[in-house]
């Protein structure tokens, strides 16, 4: 038992004269294994929008490591959502208000959801605003496989 623990207590003085321990950090690894591109399938959940907003059916979703937790998502037709990875692979992104391609109409869109390692899926929301008075709501479940992934 002795022997055992000075075995122990020398290890542990070996990682601190080395100030280097190789412990992996769960967060990073997450948002690693997030980054890339996923062929991925839009299913409307709802659209209140009348001879406005957008059609999705089938598109890559593009995610990208910005630092640390944070990432990057572009969505065709949608400005880049920024946010962030959780535990267990959870994220949340969202875009400020702002232009469209649609006139006279801003949009606001944001997207939660999580990642496994091959797999994205995540509620893809629009709310439209013609000014400062709200225009309508899409929405859609959203499900991608990652590029090169198993």
């Given at each position: 038992a002795m022997l055992q623990?000075?075995?122990f207590?020398?290890?542990i003085a070996a990682v601190i004269s080395t100030g280097s321990v190789?412990?992996?950090?769960p967060q990073a690894m997450q948002v690693k294994e997030a980054v890339g591109e996923y062929a991925t399938k839009f299913e409307e959940v709802s659209n209140?929008?009348?001879?406005?907003g957008m059609t999705l059916a089938k598109?890559?979703?593009?995610v990208v490591?910005?630092?640390?937790?944070s990432i990057s998502m572009s969505i065709p037709m949608v400005p880049d959502l920024r946010g962030a990875v959780r535990k267990g692979g959870k994220f949340r992104a969202k875009a400020k208000k702002g232009r469209t391609g649609?006139?006279?109409?801003?949009?606001?869109?944001s997207a939660g959801g999580r990642f496994d390692g091959a797999n994205i899926q995540f509620v893809?929301?629009?709310?439209?605003?013609?000014?400062?008075e709200p225009l309508c709501t899409q929405s859609w479940n959203a499900v991608g496989k990652k590029a090169g992934a198993k």
């Open positions: 623990r000075f075995a207590l020398t290890a190789a412990v992996a950090n209140n929008c009348k001879n406005t598109s890559t979703v593009k490591q910005v630092r640390g937790r649609i006139q006279g109409v801003d949009g606001r869109f893809f929301i629009a709310e439209y605003f013609r000014g400062k």
